[in-house]
């Protein structure tokens, strides 16, 4: 049997369609190892096998362990592993990016690098976060007073929805116990939505830093992406958790957040928005069915790479 070291990579065309597979995968509390092509997941309740090749992003949470094997089989069939809190509200590191490609990495740094297309996918951030608002047209200074006014609007709703008596934000980083029971849900899920979004954005290649709203941090874009899902998903599950009680408020909002997060199918829908947002088509990546490197020449001119220049025209 030959070792990892010597098995050639396999090509685009010899992997599972991103298409195909089953996205995300999510692990806890259990033992990960290779069985020939395949990972098993060994825990109290037994050995379940899952065949690599199907795996687009493996979540693994907390109490997993992973053993060399497993990684390399992973690495080979082109997954993603990220390691994540329980249920991936957490982000704590990352492994490759799920895509051989570079373009949706491309995309965003080509319209985060214009300030127009910039402002125009900071436009389209906002429209999808309050729908039936038109942000077209729009200066920065207005998009974040439409945000203000809008969250303020959803803060309203949800207690009114609830039951909850709310006043207003207030947010100390150093005293988390100092808000109500509502404003420290709210803190609690943004911090989970963060990880999420981070899991995602480090899924599929793009650059945490470079973000359409945010902006000065490693994490701007994952800011931008976790409140995509603000009103609709952290605040509402927020206020659930403050329904039930004022005590441990943290693990009950992630406990809601979760259960939101799964039954909406929130991880493929990041993907879906980011793909949208940066107007990125990934069929053309598997349906070229190899690996596209290439030289830069000029005027934008791309090259086949491998090849010496020296003594031929590019032309």
């Keep these: 049997m030959s070792t990892v070291s ?8 010899e992997l599972t369609r991103v ?7 999510y692990l806890e509390r259990c033992t990960v190892h290779r069985d020939d092509n395949a990972i098993t997941a060994t825990d109290a309740d037994g050995v379940t096998h899952i065949p690599s090749a199907t795996i ?3 979540l693994l949470g907390p109490g997993t362990r992973i053993t060399h094997q497993a990684m390399a089989v992973l690495g080979e069939c082109g997954a993603s592993v990220v390691w994540v809190g329980e249920q991936g509200v957490r982000f704590y590191a990352g492994g490759r990016a799920l895509n051989r490609s570079s373009g949706l990495a491309e995309a965003q740094a080509t319209a985060w690098a214009n300030r127009r297309t910039r402002l125009e996918v900071a436009r389209a951030m906002y429209s999808l976060r309050f729908p039936g608002e038109d942000p077209s047209g729009k200066t920065r200074q207005e998009l974040l007073g439409m945000e203000g006014s809008r969250m303020k609007e959803c803060y309203r709703r949800e207690s009114a929805r609830t039951g909850v008596p709310w006043k207003r ?3 100390d ?4 116990s ?5 404003n420290q849900g709210i803190t609690a899920a943004a911090q989970c939505m963060y990880g999420i979004a981070h899991a995602v954005v480090a899924a599929i290649g793009c650059s945490p830093a470079l973000g359409f709203v945010h902006s000065g941090n490693e994490r701007s874009f994952v800011m931008d992406i976790a409140d995509l899902y603000k009103t609709d998903v952290a605040i ?5 958790a403050a329904a039930e009680g004022e005590e441990d408020m943290a693990s009950r909002t992630r406990r809601a957040l979760r259960d939101r997060i799964n039954e909406t199918g929130l991880l493929d ?3 879906r928005d980011i793909q949208r947002l940066l107007r990125y088509d990934d069929s053309r990546d598997e349906a070229d069915g190899q690996d596209n490197m290439t030289l830069q020449s000029d005027g934008g001119l791309h090259v086949t790479s491998g090849r010496n220049y020296g003594d031929e025209p590019i032309w």
Excluded: I, K, M
């Excluded at 010597?6 to 065309?13: D, E, I, L, T, V």
């Excluded at 100092?178 to 509502?182: E, F, K, M, N, V």
């Excluded at 509402?236 to 659930?240: S, V």
């Design 178 to 182: 100092a808000g109500d029971a509502p």
């Design 236 to 240: 509402p599950a927020a206020f659930d």
């Design 173 to 176: 980083r150093n005293d988390f």
């Design 269 to 271: 829908r990041c993907v």
């Design 6 to 13: 010597r098995r050639g990579a396999p090509s685009p065309r």
């Design 56 to 58: 687009g992003t493996l």
């Design 19 to 25: 298409g195909d597979r089953l996205s995300f995968v």
């Design 169 to 171: 934000r207030e947010y």
